[in-house]
Every structure is written in C-alpha cells, then in structure tokens.
C-alpha cells in the first residue's frame, strides 16, 4: 500500500530538490497508517524524503547531486532552515529515519556508505568521490549505498555525516520522543520545554532510560549514572530490572532487531537534561560505523563538520506534485 517514485521537486523559494517520495494509498484512519504518515491525527497521502544530505544555497538547504553536506548547523538551525522552503517541509524525523532503515531490512537491502574516508570500510571495494580526502560529494555514491540499493532511494544513512533528526531525544537518560511523525509539523512545539514529549515506557509502563555505565551503555528503568560513555550495540547491556530489550527502543530504532550481533556505535550522555540524536555515522566510524549507529550525547546545540541533516516534506493531497 506504499508506493515509492523517485521526483525531483521544486519548494516555495524554487530550489529543485532531489526526493524519494513514498505514497500511502491504504486507510485514512491513523491507526491503520504506518506512524510516518500521521501528522498532528491526520494521515497524509505522502511524505518525500530528501535523497542526499543537503547542501546550502544561499541559507536554504537543498537535495542536489554534485554537492557538499551543510554541516556546522544546530539541530534548531537546521530545523528552521528547512521551514523556510515552504509549507509541510520540515527537518527529518526520526520517525521518519525510522521507517527508512525497518524498510531497508524488509528489502534486505541495508545501505553501505561512506565510514573511512571516501570508502565503506566494511566494503572495501565501495567508494564515492571525496572533495576533502574524507567526505563524498553528493548524487556520485555507488547504488548500494542508498537505502533500498536503487538510484531513487535515499542516500548517506551510513556515513559521510552524522544526521541530525527531530522528534527524539534523552532527557537525563530518560528516552522521549514526539508521537506519531508530529515532530514533522510546524505547529508542533519541539523545544526542550515543550509539553510534548513523551517518555517511552517499557510494555507494563516503567520508563525506559539508558544509562552510560562506565564500561558501555546499560538499558534500563531505573537509576542512571551521571555521565557519559560509549559502546559497539553488541555490547549493550541490560539491568537487572529487564529481561528484554523493551519493544520502544525497537519502534524508535535506537536498536536494530539484530542488535546482539552488530558493530554500529551507540553513545550515551546520562547526565545532562538534554540530549538529541545524530543518526548514521560519519566519514571516520570505521570498526564502529553504520546505518543503526546513533549518538545521543550532545545538547541541541552541538555542531560538527562531521554533522549534517536533509530535510523532507509531507503532503496532505498528493495531487500537489503528481498532477
């Protein structure tokens, strides 16, 4: 009931942006929708998703081949800067990221990308065209480094540039996030104040937190350690309070489903109020790298050459764009 097309489309200010757009032609009733489509209790016929990093033209980013990722930019910077393209454009959601890396695995095709310099550095024989000797320009990667291995698919989940999204965060460890993809809307309050966090909560109702343990980063409901830490997600551990991974850490793809047998980098600031998600890796994660690796140890307002973002787009009636 999703279908996917490859467009190229203009925002407000007339900027050509390259996108994988994905259509719902199923129910209209939220409940029946995949959560990427629901925006403020409404369901969208379709949501279009930049398909490389984007870059800046004149302040406003764009999806554009041939190009070098904005980088340098706040989680809230980045975010006003794609508002200014026009109505229902927004910063990726982590909804939305979401819903590319579980279709990616129900294809069985997991992107490579760019994690040691120009290359994968667990496909050797991968590689982009570097600007710098470390990141790729845009629109020139091999096909297997977009998320569903076609030249329309999404490109640089793995690599390049860590990806700043919205919608999820660690709030003194404790995991919150925006319900459905309301995070996508300009009416939604997203601020560190808002009310409209959620904490996540095991399936009998304790929150969820992840804890930077010293040695790695524990799972748990309870107690969290004032600091920050880092661990390879095979190494992540459970407290004696769980039994299981709790099944939100999987909707939110903080964890893969095959989490126990993987090397992508999960970083974890316990103490601090506030911490947002870069998504991905970058261009220098090599043993550690990949599409599920996610850093939760930065405030809002962290910036890095080695962070990027790409902006996407929700549209109530498709007919905006296919007629």
């Not at 590689?127 to 076609?150: A, E, I």
Request: glycine share 10%; charged share 25%; proline share 5%.
């Amino acid at each position: 009931m999703i279908e996917k097309r490859k467009l190229i489309v203009k925002d407000e200010q007339g900027m050509p942006n390259y996108m994988t757009a994905f259509f719902w032609n199923g129910e209209k009733d939220p409940p029946q929708a995949p959560p990427m489509f629901v925006v403020r209790g409404e369901v969208m016929d379709a949501v279009l998703v930049s398909q490389f990093h984007n870059t800046n033209v004149n302040g406003i980013p764009c999806s554009l081949p041939f190009r070098e990722p904005w980088t340098s930019i706040s989680l809230d910077d980045a975010a006003s800067a794609c508002r200014k393209k026009g109505k229902g454009w927004h910063l990726l959601t982590n909804q939305e990221y979401a819903f590319l890396l579980k279709e990616s695995r129900a294809l069985g095709t997991e992107p490579h990308g760019n994690t040691d310099c120009g290359g994968d550095y667990d496909h050797p024989e991968e590689k982009g065209v570097t600007y710098d000797g470390r990141m790729t320009l845009s629109g020139l990667d091999p096909v297997t480094w977009s998320h569903d291995h076609t030249e329309g698919g999404v490109y640089g989940l793995k690599g390049n540039v860590w990806e700043l999204v919205q919608g999820l965060r660690l709030a003194c460890g404790a995991v919150q996030y925006i319900k459905d993809n309301d995070a996508a809307a300009a009416a939604t309050d997203t601020s560190a104040a808002s009310q409209e966090w959620v904490q996540a909560v095991t399936e009998d109702g304790r929150p969820v937190k992840l804890s930077a343990d010293g040695a790695g980063v524990v799972i748990t409901t309870g107690k969290v350690r004032d600091r920050w830490d880092w661990c390879n997600m095979e190494d992540v551990a459970l407290a004696d309070d769980l039994e299981r991974v709790p099944q939100v850490l999987y909707d939110l793809e903080i964890l893969p489903p095959d989490w126990e047998k993987r090397q992508d980098g999960i970083y974890v600031d316990s103490e601090l109020e506030e911490v947002v998600p870069f998504r991905g890796s970058s261009f220098n994660n090599t043993s550690y790298g990949g599409v599920a690796a996610v850093s939760l140890g930065y405030p809002r307002s962290g910036v890095s050459v080695s962070i990027g973002f790409r902006s996407a787009l929700y549209l109530k009636d498709r007919k905006l764009i296919t007629e």
